[in-house]
């Protein structure tokens, strides 16, 4: 008996189920009725392997997707495939990573760290890295400091370029600003304050777990600050009009509110998280599996 070879899906239908992606996303049904297609685009790319998305349009839309599984991940309460070694390093080959990827994989593979409660146990068989917190939290710590760099970089060269217009040697300097764009479209870019401050919450989530007594007021207060920003930025989106997120932000709103929501320290915080995903329509958004 002959065996049937594996299915193996084209660009074409790859592309084809992206752009009923893109399509939610211009007239959305629903709030999120975007993430409908996501399992279905990150489901032919792992039919397509990692191989396949180490150059050209799938590399970049794999890139783009990235941010948005970790998102689904969380919200799931599922590892997802991109989480494994694989598939955090296969794709990026070629092409390297900048620092926005590495801080992307901190993100994807901290699911894998906390407790077990609520997770489902098949997803975990996709991979167990070895990583710990200690680790993700010294790695997070160093991109902060290289994004803050980065950004006193860009204000002091365009000071000098304001200053001396005629030299054009000055924009050679903006080069290590380019390690925070993430070339996947706008809909998939997000802001890296807003994902350093979910990082660090699941990570002394991780670290601390149940047991808040034993954190310091110090440690609950940074919370507090961070998450007030992440407060103020739903309250500009809510001023404007934005009642149903986009992707974009999806990304840069409801996947940190929602990470405060779940794992904030303080439970003042966690309250007004969930209550400004309500204002916002995202509050009680049952996401596909």
């Known amino acids: 008996?002959?065996?049937?070879?594996?299915?193996?899906?084209?660009?074409?239908?790859?592309?084809?189920?992206?752009?009923?992606?893109?399509?939610?996303?211009?007239?959305?049904?629903?709030?999120?009725?975007?993430?409908?297609?996501?399992?279905?685009?990150?489901?032919?790319?792992?039919?397509?392997?990692?191989?396949?998305?180490?150059?050209?349009?799938?590399?970049?839309?794999?890139?783009?997707?990235?941010?948005?599984?970790?998102?689904?991940?969380?919200?799931?309460?599922?590892?997802?495939?991109?989480?494994?070694?694989?598939?955090?390093?296969?794709?990026?080959?070629?092409?390297?990573?900048?620092?926005?990827?590495?801080?992307?994989?901190?993100?994807?593979?901290?699911?894998?760290?906390?407790?077990?409660?609520?997770?489902?146990?098949?997803?975990?068989?996709?991979?167990?890295?070895?990583?710990?917190?200690?680790?993700?939290?010294?790695?997070?710590?160093?991109?902060?400091?290289?994004?803050?760099?980065?950004?006193?970089?860009?204000?002091?060269?365009?000071?000098?370029?304001?200053?001396?217009p005629d030299e054009d040697d000055e924009a050679d300097d903006c080069l290590q600003c380019n390690t925070w764009i993430d070339g996947g479209g706008d809909f998939c870019t997000a802001m890296p304050e807003a994902l350093f401050y979910s990082a660090r919450i699941l990570i002394e989530h991780v670290a601390f777990g149940e047991n808040i007594e034993s954190c310091e007021e110090r440690l609950i207060g940074e919370q507090q600050l961070y998450a007030s920003l992440l407060f103020r930025i739903a309250e500009l989106a809510k001023e404007e009009g934005e009642t149903e997120l986009n992707a974009g932000a999806c990304v840069q709103i409801a996947f940190c509110l929602e990470i405060v929501e779940s794992f904030g320290l303080s439970s003042a915080c966690r309250e007004k998280a969930g209550f400004h995903l309500q204002q916002l329509g995202w509050g009680n958004v049952n996401l596909p599996g």
Not at 54 to 81: I, V, W
Not at 130 to 137: D, H
């Open 1 to 164: 008996m002959q065996l049937l070879s594996p299915y193996i899906p084209d660009d074409q239908e790859v592309f084809t189920s992206m752009m009923l992606l893109y399509f939610e996303l211009i007239s959305p049904s629903s709030t999120a009725s975007w993430l409908k297609h996501l399992h279905g685009v990150t489901s032919l790319l792992q039919l397509r392997g990692p191989e396949s998305c180490q150059a050209g349009g799938l590399h970049l839309l794999f890139r783009s997707l990235r941010l948005l599984e970790a998102f689904s991940s969380f919200r799931n309460r599922k590892l997802s495939a991109f989480a494994s070694e694989e598939w955090r390093t296969v794709p990026f080959a070629i092409s390297g990573k900048n620092d926005m990827d590495k801080l992307i994989d901190i993100l994807l593979v901290l699911p894998n760290l906390l407790k077990t409660r609520g997770l489902d146990n098949d997803s975990l068989l996709h991979t167990k890295p070895a990583v710990s917190v200690e680790e993700l939290s010294a790695e997070l710590s160093v991109y902060k400091e290289r994004y803050i760099q980065s950004i006193l970089l860009a204000h002091e060269t365009s000071r000098r370029m304001n200053e001396c």
